[in-house]
Structure formats: structure tokens, C-alpha cells
């Protein structure tokens, strides 16, 4: 099955600065990337996720890139606000061909320092 | 509302009390799976179903049991709870496994 690594396991920024969190897989047949977000006490949501066929995805400061050749994908956050302090989990399919289910990274919690 | 609900909330119980969660979608969704969360380890799939009648084993399913005889509901059962799974329980459902998972808002479940 598909092994997920997550770094780092917690990243302290100050706000106005960038964030980068950053996962690796295992399964060269993965073909997708969410990126979820857990607020304390909250469920996870989607915030943004990425196919295989595009190299870059971009929703307001949010970002996702993916290096298929090198396995890895990263989340990067631009000018960081208090309300971006929460837990995120990248994931990807469980068995590669995304026929059962997901396996998530083990999550990187943000704090943004004012 | 389009949503993912999972009863009870909150549960305290004891070591070997049977227990059922259950947790339903509106949504129409095929795919739904659920998952514990530790601290530390992030969130790790139980068991996940594909459709009626049709589940299969995540990474962590000792001590579990699922259903899924109508396409909303996908209950979680523990026969023999144990103090290991003690944990935050999340069921979710999406319209295939590659596209956005819809979580329910979590069971935290003590076992003493």
C-alpha cells in the first residue's frame, strides 16, 4: 500500500511570512493529491487538492505543487493569517489506482505567530 | 443540507460493552470509509465501503466491524471495546476516492 510522509510535524511562522509543508509517497501509480485542513476541535475539509497531470494548482494563497518524478508534493501558504493556524494533512491514494480509500500523512500542525 | 452525521458525539464506556456509532450522508454518495485519529499518527482508515453490501479492511481494522446494507448509513461497530481504542472517530463519504472527502464531525470515544 502507499506509504505517506509528512514534514514537518510542526512549523511556526510569522504572519505575513510563507509556509511550506511538504509530503512524499511511495506509489508511482498515485494519480492524487488533496491537501485537508482540521481547525482545533473542527473536522477536516478539503482546501485544495491536485491530479497527476498538472504540475501546479493555485487557489488565492493557496498552492499545491507535485513532482511526480521525485514522488513529493508540497503545500505552500503565502502571506499567512491567524485564522491559517490549524492542523494539515496531505494524503494520497491508498493503493495508487485510488481504489480504496485514502492514506493521509500523520499532519503538520501551523502556528502563526503575531 | 448536504452533510455527513455520526451519533453519538461524545461516548464513555467500558472495556468489552458492545457499542455501535453510526453515521449517515444525504449526498448520495457511494464511497464512504471511516477513520481514528491519534495524536501523532494522523488520521488512519478502519474500513471503507464502495458501495451496498460491499466493504473492505483500511489500515487499522482489529477490533472493528462495519455494515453497509443502505447507501446512507455505514455504522461502526465494536463488539469487545478495549482501552487502545480510545480515539476521535471520523466517518466520511465522497463520490469517488479521488475527489473531495466529506467528513462527519467526529465521535470521541473512551473506553476505561
Known amino acids: 500500500g502507499e506509504n505517506v510522509e509528512q514534514h514537518p510535524s510542526t512549523l511556526s511562522v510569522q504572519e505575513g511570512d510563507s509556509a511550506v509543508i511538504k509530503c512524499t509517497y511511495s506509489?508511482?501509480?498515485?494519480?492524487?493529491f488533496p491537501w485537508y485542513k482540521q481547525e482545533l476541535g473542527k473536522r477536516p475539509q478539503l482546501i485544495i487538492d491536485?491530479?497527476?497531470?498538472?504540475g501546479e494548482k493555485k487557489d488565492q494563497r493557496i498552492a499545491v505543487t507535485l513532482n511526480k518524478t521525485a514522488k513529493h508534493f508540497s503545500l505552500h501558504i503565502t502571506e499567512t493569517q491567524p485564522e491559517d493556524s490549524a492542523v494539515y494533512f496531505c494524503?494520497?491514494?491508498?493503493?495508487?489506482?485510488?481504489?480504496?480509500?485514502?492514506?493521509f500523512g500523520k499532519g503538520t500542525h501551523l502556528i502563526i505567530q503575531p | 443540507e448536504a452533510q455527513v452525521t455520526q451519533n453519538p458525539r461524545y461516548l464513555i464506556t467500558v472495556t468489552g460493552k458492545k457499542l455501535t456509532v453510526t453515521c449517515s450522508q444525504n449526498?448520495?454518495?457511494?464511497?464512504m470509509s471511516w477513520y481514528r485519529q491519534d495524536p501523532g499518527l494522523g488520521l488512519r482508515q478502519i474500513y471503507y465501503?464502495?458501495?451496498?453490501?460491499?466493504?473492505d479492511k483500511g489500515d487499522v481494522p482489529e477490533g472493528y466491524k462495519v455494515s453497509r446494507k443502505e447507501k446512507r448509513n455505514f455504522p461502526l461497530i465494536l463488539e469487545s471495546p478495549s482501552p487502545n481504542q480510545t480515539s476521535l472517530y471520523f466517518c466520511?463519504?465522497?463520490?469517488?476516492?479521488?475527489?473531495?472527502?466529506?467528513f462527519g464531525p467526529g465521535t470521541r470515544l473512551t473506553v476505561l
Open positions: 466520511a463519504s465522497s463520490l469517488a476516492w479521488v475527489s473531495e472527502q466529506f
Open positions: 506509489d508511482s501509480a498515485s494519480n492524487y
Open positions: 491536485i491530479r497527476s497531470n498538472v
Open positions: 494524503a494520497a491514494p491508498a493503493s495508487g489506482g485510488g481504489a480504496d480509500g485514502l492514506t
Open positions: 449526498m448520495n454518495h457511494e464511497y
Open positions: 465501503s464502495m458501495n451496498v453490501e460491499v466493504t
